[in-house]
């Protein structure tokens, strides 16, 4: 998306509205404008430093002036706290409502002493994802823990295939754990795979391209496999912000 952004930016140019609007008006315009080919600008802030405006397209942040005649990409960091101010604002803009997960489609593991589970965690995964696999060893040594783990193919067929033969399975969580942990494939089955469906439409909406994706109870998304150790310490942050 940034390079394409680029692309088209250098290539076409921006022109000034000269209409009296506000600012984030003008700017969104004319940046739709410049990009082009129906593009949708989802938002335009003060970025609160150096006088910019962050913009985002597509989930992508990017930085312009009030006339919007430049633009700026890559991260603002606070020298002071060096804290990185656009993904913080990254962070924020991907975080979702964990409360409107369609958890019922998921496969469902309670770990903990006498099953209690307390944390929650919900992860979108491909069974022929060489770091969902991972993810899936590193989240046997973390205890006290609900995984809501939704199935979502998005390799290859035949992880659609395996994702089939899973969803199928009499035992879910026995069998998504006997190919991720053993390597042993579930035996073909048919059934209504209309929850698969499902699964795939909130993936998309979510705008997750890649697997493991992990998402904590606040709202936090984790993109990419997390060693247990940084997946703990993640937990622990979410928990104190409530």
């Not at 656009?86 to 409360?99: G, H, M, N, V, Y």
């Amino acid at each position: 998306m940034i390079k394409q952004i680029i692309a088209t930016f250098f290539t076409v140019g921006i022109a000034v509205a000269a209409c009296a609007q506000s600012p984030e008006a003008d700017i969104k315009k004319n940046v739709e404008a410049a990009l082009g080919k129906g593009a949708k600008v989802d938002s335009v802030r003060e970025a609160g430093a150096l006088g910019l405006y962050e913009v985002v397209v597509g989930g992508d942040i990017l930085y312009t002036d009030k006339k919007a005649s430049y633009l700026v990409l890559g991260h603002i960091v606070d020298p002071r706290t060096r804290k990185d101010l656009t993904q913080a604002r990254l962070d924020k803009l991907s975080a979702i409502k964990f409360s409107e997960l369609p958890l019922d489609l998921a496969i469902k593991q309670v770990k903990g002493n006498g099953g209690n589970g307390k944390r929650t965690i919900a992860t979108f995964e491909d069974p022929n994802c060489t770091y969902c696999k991972k993810l899936a060893k590193e989240l046997q040594g973390v205890t006290d823990i609900t995984i809501y783990t939704f199935v979502y193919p998005i390799l290859s067929q035949d992880s659609h295939d395996k994702s089939k033969a899973i969803w199928c399975s009499s035992d879910r969580v026995k069998a998504w754990n006997d190919y991720m942990l053993k390597g042993t494939a579930p035996a073909a089955a048919n059934c209504d795979t209309s929850g698969l469906d499902k699964v795939m439409g909130t993936a998309q909406k979510l705008r997750i391209h890649g697997t493991p994706a992990i998402f904590l109870t606040d709202g936090t998304r984790l993109p990419g496999f997390m060693p247990a150790a940084a997946l703990e310490q993640a937990m622990a942050q979410a928990a104190d912000s409530k």
